[in-house]
């Protein structure tokens, strides 16, 4: 039994389910759909709660499949484009070290998840159990390959969305 990646999808996976669910509902301490679509706003991504929702959604529905092993490859394939995305529309400019809002940690997911895309997730998985699993260094490249289109598609499009609408004056 692998127990490593195990372990990995259990605590990557479920620190993504938790923080898609910061962004869509407010737990633990999150901004929560009215808060993140704000940032979504600042960070030009538009339509806001759009985009709010789809990060949202991805971040929650990604890691839980991480956690599952289920489509370990396109779970990571999301999970990296929505980290690649956070870097290059928040982290970047501040160097890599996370003391200073930096890249590291969203790197590190990265890494992490383009790991186990090329491992597999192991034998107690949903992907091993229904005979789907897909291991090697063609999936994980893949699946880096997709997330980085996915975030260039994600931050074009949101380029070209409409602006808020100010608020109306009482």
């Not at 779970?75 to 200073?100: E, F």
Request: no cysteine; proline share 5%; aromatic share 6%.
């Amino acid at each position: 039994m692998s127990v490593g990646r195990l372990i990995a999808r259990g605590v990557v996976g479920g620190l993504f389910v938790g923080h898609g669910l910061q962004k869509l509902t407010g737990a633990f301490g999150g901004p929560g759909i009215e808060g993140f679509s704000g940032a979504m706003e600042s960070m030009q991504m538009r339509p806001a709660r759009r985009n709010a929702y789809a990060a949202g959604v991805t971040e929650t529905a990604g890691g839980a499949a991480l956690v599952l092993g289920l489509f370990t490859p396109l779970a990571a394939a999301s999970l990296i484009g929505t980290m690649i995305t956070a870097i290059r529309k928040v982290h970047l400019s501040n160097g890599p070290w996370n003391t200073d809002g930096g890249w590291e940690y969203n790197g590190t997911l990265i890494a992490a998840v383009a790991s186990l895309a090329e491992t597999g997730p192991g034998a107690v998985s949903l992907d091993r159990a229904l005979g789907i699993e897909k291991t090697g260094p063609k999936w994980a490249l893949g699946a880096l390959a997709l997330g980085a289109v996915a975030s260039t598609a994600a931050i074009e499009l949101g380029k070209r969305g409409p602006a808020a609408e100010p608020a109306e004056q009482a």
